[in-house]
Structures are given as C-alpha cells and as structure tokens.
C-alpha cells in the first residue's frame, strides 16, 4: 500500500471513494477519509449490496442467512482522481472477496475474472472494444433535439462544451475513448472506446457511463441508456469487438499467411450456439427486448457476415492483426462486466467444442428465422437450462442473477402499462 499512500499524497486526496459494480452495473461502496483508510487496504460491505434489483431493493433472500460482509480488496491499477469540483477525491474500483479469500462468484468483475482465466490458461488474451450509444435529453428527460440527418458532424457541436469537458474527465479517469458521432436518432450519440484487455475496458465502461450522468446534470441534461427509449426510434446498443491474442501478441483468429485460423470459425460457432442461451446478461431487464427488431439495426438473430450490420455477428473488413468479430446483441443497459464474460465464455466454449459456424450471410439476415428471445421471461428460460455456461460463470451467480431477474419480471408484471389504459380501459 506504499504505493497507495504515495499517489494519495501526491494528489492532495482527502477521501477516497470504494466503489463496487452491482449486478445491474450501479456504483455501491463507501465514501473513506485518506485518514481512516486501512493500511491494507481491506474494506468490510454487505454481501447484499452487490443484489439489489432495478427498483432499489437489496435481495436479502439470496445471500446466506446470516448476511455476511464480504471483503473489498482494492485494484489499484483503476485508480484515479474523481472529476468534479469541490473535495479532491480518489475514485478506487474494489474486487469483492469471500471470507476464505476467494473471489465472491456473485461480483460481476469476478464473474469476468472467471471467465477471463480460462483464456489465460489455453494462452490467449482477450482483446475487445465495446461502443457505447446513448441518448442526450433534457432537465426533464425529454428530446429536446429535432430529428435532423443520421451522422451529422454539427448536431454534436450544440453540446460543444458538454463533449469537451467528457473528454477531459475521461482523460482524468483513464477512459480511452475514440470516435464520437451523432448516431440515427435524435439527440442519440455513440462514443467508441479504444481496445484493450477486457477486465480494463469494463472498468472503463462503469466509469465512462457514471461520468456521462454525473457530467449532463451539470450541463442541464440527461444521459439515458435505456436500450429502447422511444417508440419509432432507433434503440441503445452495445456493440463488444471481440479478438484474442496468443502468447506472442499475434491475433490468434488469424494464421501467419492472414488467412482466418480455424479456432476463428470455431468461436463464431460458439457465439451462434450459446448466445441465445446467454441474452438475459446481453437483454437484462423488459424493456431491452423492444429493442431487437427487424430493419431497426438491431439483430433478430445470431446469423454472421462480412461487413453485413443486418446480422447479429458482424466481421468488419480489416487487416489480419486486427481480426475480430463484433456482437451486436448487447443493449447499452446492460452491465458490462457480465455482457463482457457472456460474450466470451460462448466464444470459448465454441472454441473448446470446435464448433462449426455456418456460412456466412451475404444477403439480409432479416429475411432469415428470428432466434433470439423475444421477451425477459423467454430468456430466463432459455438461461436457466444453460448448464454449460454455468460452469464458466459460476453457478452461485447463474443462480443469483437469474433469482434477481425473476423478482424484477414479477414486478413488472404487476404494472399496467400506458398502452392498457389508452386502448384497453375503453373499449375492453
């Protein structure tokens, strides 16, 4: 921790914020004085923290009866000072570890931790790039831009101030970003982050979304990831680039003469087996699923093809070292750290069974079967009876997460919705 104390010193840092990732993704920890933190930098939190549904409730039927804390051991390589004005604060991601000192199966960087070290010990490193499209509305969540033309450089420019300062707090935070362009809805944005190892880009996808939230109340704004805000609008994606590198830094998708590696078309095959299986970590809650309709540049399926955005895999065109598949499926609300494992435990899989990917789609993949599921209760099914990515994920969080899941669908189901009322409550 010498470490630690030195970075915190150097900064004039007077708290140093603990923050945890849920299983929806939402920031839990401790806010800890320089003063009062720990010299060996364990922390004590509720177990319950990290399951709390979407309506804020702390699940306490699924953590053991006697509620046990779990120990919080920090990973100083996500240190960074906070963005903002007032306190000098430090912000410090936490792993969540269990009495014995074993990562806790239902922390969601575990779960990617897990996942993770079944690549390390094959010799692969997994390389990816997620996309992250949201939507910027005003002080009362309202769109407060007109629909103007798909890809405009100057819509981007009305938030010039906003987007300069989100720079400069990702600057501060370690947040690599890249592109940033006006996507097809109004007011909607996609800011692309550079590729890298998938525990780090994860990080920064936590980060990256709290910042944008936090940053558009000061402007006067919401940032919203919902993956299906508005009805005759183009939905919220997460887009996850995926590749692997090998022992000597090489794209492992690809053979030393550029042409693809067989283990390429063994992975894809494993996306196209057990992604379906996988959609509730892609689609968590009801309104993700309104996302995943036809000609809406969203998938039906989990068909692939080359540079073909109809598909649920896409293979952009691009040089032998930079090999890769994209997965269209994730929505932007989903968490990253558990779209991230999911993604690549179906690639492994693929790759341990050698499984075959089919021919790949040169026509609209519109024009081929629906395979995903088409509803949260259709995907909790299809995830209960996926035993084999279970063992990947650990089986205490399969059962946790598809508990917790099963809360918030039944709360969901007690709500009438606004279309009964205006349809319904007259006529029926």
């Known amino acids: 921790m010498t470490t630690l104390l030195h970075w915190l010193r150097e900064h004039a840092i007077t708290h140093i914020e603990c923050l945890i990732p849920d299983l929806n993704a939402q920031a839990r920890g401790k806010l800890v004085p320089v003063t009062h933190y720990p010299d060996e930098g364990e922390l004590r939190f509720p177990q319950v923290s990290l399951i709390q549904s979407w309506m804020g409730e702390p699940q306490q039927q699924l953590v053991p009866d006697t509620d046990p804390d779990l120990r919080l051991i920090p990973d100083l390589a996500t240190l960074s000072v906070k963005p903002g004005p007032g306190r000098r604060i430090a912000q410090l991601i936490h792993d969540c570890h269990s009495e014995d000192g074993t990562l806790l199966q239902t ?85 692309n982050l550079q590729h890298g190892p998938a525990l780090a880009l994860a990080d920064q996808v936590f980060l990256l979304k709290r910042t944008l939230r936090q940053l558009a109340s000061v402007h006067g704004l919401q940032a919203c990831f919902m993956a299906k805000p508005f009805p005759g609008q183009p939905g919220s994606a997460m887009h996850i680039h995926q590749s692997l590198l090998d022992s000597q830094g090489h794209n492992a998708f690809s053979q030393p003469d550029g042409s693809e590696h067989p283990r390429f078309h063994h992975y894809i095959g494993g996306l196209q087996r057990y992604l379906p299986q996988a959609m509730l970590l892609f689609a968590a809650n009801p309104n993700a699923y309104r996302r995943l309709c036809a000609h809406s540049a969203a998938p039906i399926n989990v068909e692939w093809g080359y540079d073909n955005r109809t598909c649920g895999l896409r ?37 341990e069974q050698a499984g075959e990917a089919t021919q790949p789609r040169t026509d609209s993949a519109y024009q081929h079967t629906a395979t995903l599921p088409g509803s949260q209760q259709e995907a909790m099914q299809a995830f209960a009876h996926a035993h084999e990515l279970h063992a990947l994920l650990g089986p205490d969080f399969a059962s946790v997460f598809l508990a917790l899941k099963q809360v918030e669908h039944q709360h969901f189901q007690q709500h009438v919705t606004a279309w009964e009322w205006q349809y319904l409550a007259p006529q029926a």
């Open 107 to 191: 922390a969601p960087r575990s779960v990617l931790k897990r996942v993770l070290a079944h690549f390390e010990a094959l010799g692969f490193t997994p390389i990816v790039a997620p996309e992250i499209e949201f939507y910027l509305l005003d002080a009362q969540g309202q769109q407060h831009e007109s629909v103007g033309p798909a890809y405009a450089v100057d819509h981007s420019a009305r938030h010039e101030a906003f987007f300069a300062q989100l720079e400069q707090a990702c600057h501060q935070q370690g947040i690599a970003t890249d592109t940033l362009l006006h996507e097809v809805g109004s007011g909607q944005y996609e800011l």
């Open 315 to 351: 293979v952009p065109v691009c040089h032998p070292q930079a090999r890769r598949v994209e997965n269209r499926l994730p929505g932007i609300d989903a968490n990253p750290y558990l779209a991230l494992a999911a993604t690549l435990a179906c690639g492994l899989l693929g790759m």
